[in-house]
């Protein structure tokens, strides 16, 4: 066993061994703090998505953005058709598009920032 693996494994025993070691109020404790911090994240996205909806940007078609061919085609082959899509898609996922360089990727994000 080469060492990362071994590191791998003495880790994972270790979280077992924490884990199991705790008592079941401690457990229930663990897991109603997750369930808080979850809550928590949840409300956060809802806010997000509300704040996201009320610009009135959002819900542009891309067609209304003065994009090249290439990064106008670029974006239609990914399904991407309107700002929201391509922010839930995630900007820093553009350049993983094919045919999109670091030419397109900046031009998309003029067009969205305009």
Known sequence: MNFL????NKIS???NDFFESIDK???DWLNA???????ELER?????IKYLDSLPFIKE???????SIRAYNALKSNKLHTVEDIIHFG???IPLIRNVGSKTVIEIKKAIAH
């Open 5 to 8: 693996s071994n590191f791998r």
């Open 13 to 15: 025993k270790m979280t």
């Open 25 to 27: 109020p401690s457990q």
């Open 33 to 39: 703090l997750r369930l808080a911090e979850c809550r």
């Open 44 to 48: 956060w996205l809802k806010e997000r």
């Open 61 to 67: 078609k891309i067609e209304h953005l003065e994009l």
């Open 91 to 93: 900007i820093a996922n």
